[in-house]
């Protein structure tokens, strides 16, 4: 079964600052890859997918991740975060023809103005 | 908006009783998943159903139990309510094996 690392649950940072959320799964075969934000009360929604090709992904609201295989990693990265930003970051997994998602514990995130 | 919804939106229950949460697809959208969201375990994938049969099974307690009727709908039962219980669950639906997942607002549920 896959499994999803996560670090540094906690991140404070100014706006302006730049965000990377490291992400780490751990699936021998072919994996589907997810960052979701869930904002305060609201429910999860996707900010970029990786399934095959270009290993850099562009999503919403200026978020982008990488795909490396080697380090079996999917980094999120925002070069400038908005107050708007503060939530809760989740990357998630599935295997290529099983499709539930495997979650890590996710980043809360916190942008002071 | 992502097209899936769920009711109710809160439900605040006692131990040992039942409940049921329900979930309506995107319009299309055969395949229905639940999950789990609480404090100590994360989120986590219970189970998925497509077509009205089920097709995998995750981190399910017997006490739990899910259908899918023909007009696609779905509804989560669980059974025997424990505090440990209480968490936020929420569904989710895709197209086919589209692996992508929209997901509803979720229920939160509050076992007293």
């Known amino acids: 079964a896959q499994s999803v690392s996560q670090h540094n649950h906690h991140v404070i940072l100014s706006e302006a600052a730049s965000l990377e959320l490291g992400c780490n799964y751990s699936y021998g075969g072919t994996v589907n890859l997810f960052w979701y934000v869930q904002y305060p009360g609201q429910h999860l929604q996707l900010l970029l997918k990786y399934f095959s090709g270009d290993p850099l992904v562009k999503g919403i609201k200026g978020f982008e991740a990488e795909f490396i295989k080697s380090k079996f990693s999917f980094n999120l990265r925002k070069p400038s975060v908005q107050w708007s930003d503060t939530a809760e970051y989740f990357c998630a997994v599935n295997a290529h023809g099983n499709n539930r998602l495997a979650f890590g514990k996710g980043n809360q995130v916190v942008v002071i103005p | 908006d992502s097209g899936v919804t769920q009711t109710p939106k809160h439900l605040i229950t006692a131990t040992g009783q039942r409940v049921t949460l329900r979930c309506s697809p995107r319009?299309?959208?055969?395949?229905v998943y639940w999950y789990q969201q609480s404090l100590d375990q994360g989120l986590q994938f219970l189970i998925q159903y497509y077509n009205g049969e089920e097709r995998a099974k995750g981190n399910i307690l017997e006490r739990f139990s899910a259908q899918q009727f023909p007009d696609l709908h779905s509804e989560l039962n669980l059974s025997s309510l424990e505090l440990g219980d209480s968490a936020l669950y929420f569904c989710?639906?895709?197209?086919?094996?589209?692996?992508?997942?929209?997901f509803g607002p979720g229920t939160r549920l509050t076992v007293l």
């Open positions: 319009s299309g959208d055969l395949s």
């Open positions: 989710a639906s895709s197209v086919d094996d589209n692996p992508q997942q929209f």
